[in-house]
């Protein structure tokens, strides 16, 4: 019959227990403290790289975008605050805090055209074209980057994937499954027919009318009857390039 452990036994491997949970919490203050070290050293000579390429920086987009993804791996935000080191150094709060409203301007001057639903391309486009005096190229990364600073206004500016495009909302517009389709078919010639989204998606008459006109309603579609078949077109900007030559002629005036 085997014995059970006396009261010294059960006294030793509390012990044990203890001192390897000590041994545990000792070996990750040990790691911590080391991978704070680390990312103190990062920072600095994220700092130094920052010093000396500054000029780069606030220049070129692609590198600037590089620097981003520098900044994110050793947990650096420069866009965090217009405050600080880094608005110091590089002005880069500044930057992207001039570009988001601009941004916010060239929504609000395409919005009667497009309903405020713009594509991402056609927006770097329109803002190219403001920037000319500055001499400052911006990137799709800078315009991301900025509307995301954005999103403390509230509802509205935030970038929508449909199909390949990337599409940039400044109202809160809600878009459901059906929509996203229609404008993705929309993005082959820049509009559709009633028989055509049928056709294409197999839906019923009704279910693609009650989807056309509520793009209708809310201003993001445009009507074309002018055709021999007798066929409506809508017509989206946002998916088309309708949007920047009415964009341009609007924020030149």
């Given at each position: 019959m085997r014995r059970?452990?006396?009261?010294?036994?059960?006294?030793?491997?509390?012990?044990?227990?203890?001192?390897?949970?000590?041994?545990?919490?000792?070996?990750?203050?040990?790691?911590?403290?080391?991978?704070?070290?680390?990312?103190?050293?990062?920072?600095?000579?994220?700092?130094?790289?920052?010093?000396?390429?500054?000029?780069?920086?606030?220049?070129?987009?692609?590198?600037?975008?590089?620097?981003?993804?520098?900044?994110a791996k050793v947990g650096v935000d420069p866009l965090a605050s217009n405050k600080g080191f880094w608005a110091e150094l590089l002005g880069i709060g500044d930057f992207y805090?001039?570009?988001?409203?601009?941004?916010?301007?060239?929504?609000?001057?395409?919005?009667?055209?497009?309903?405020?639903?713009?594509s991402l391309d056609d927006l770097c486009k329109l803002l190219g074209q403001r920037r000319k005096a500055v001499r400052e190229t911006i990137s799709e990364d800078d315009c991301l980057r900025a509307?995301?600073?954005?999103?403390?206004?509230?509802?509205?500016?935030?970038?929508?994937?449909?199909?390949?495009?990337?599409?940039?909302?400044?109202?809160?517009t809600e878009l459901n499954k059906d929509h996203n389709e229609i404008l993705e078919l929309a993005q082959a010639q820049g509009f559709v027919t009633v028989d055509e989204v049928q056709r294409r998606v197999n839906w019923s008459?009704?279910?693609?009318?009650?989807?056309?006109?509520?793009?209708?309603?809310?201003g993001l579609a445009?009507?074309?009857?002018?055709?021999?078949?007798?066929?409506?077109?809508?017509?989206?900007?946002?998916v088309s390039s309708v949007s920047t030559y009415v964009g341009a002629d609007t924020l030149d005036r």
């Open positions: 059970r452990p006396g009261i010294g036994g059960l006294q030793n491997a509390a012990a044990a227990r203890d001192q390897y949970r000590l041994l545990g919490e000792n070996v990750a203050k040990l790691r911590t403290d080391l991978m704070k070290e680390q990312l103190a050293t990062f920072r600095s000579q994220l700092e130094d790289f920052a010093r000396k390429h500054k000029n780069d920086i606030r220049k070129n987009p692609a590198f600037r975008a590089q620097f981003h993804e520098m900044c805090y001039e570009l988001g409203v601009q941004i916010i301007e060239v929504c609000l001057a395409t919005r009667p055209h497009n309903g405020g639903l713009i509307i995301s600073k954005l999103k403390v206004l509230g509802s509205g500016f935030e970038v929508i994937i449909v199909g390949k495009r990337k599409l940039v909302r400044s109202v809160p008459s009704g279910r693609a009318t009650d989807a056309l006109e509520t793009l209708l309603e809310e445009m009507i074309d009857d002018g055709h021999r078949d007798g066929k409506r077109r809508y017509w989206f900007p946002c």
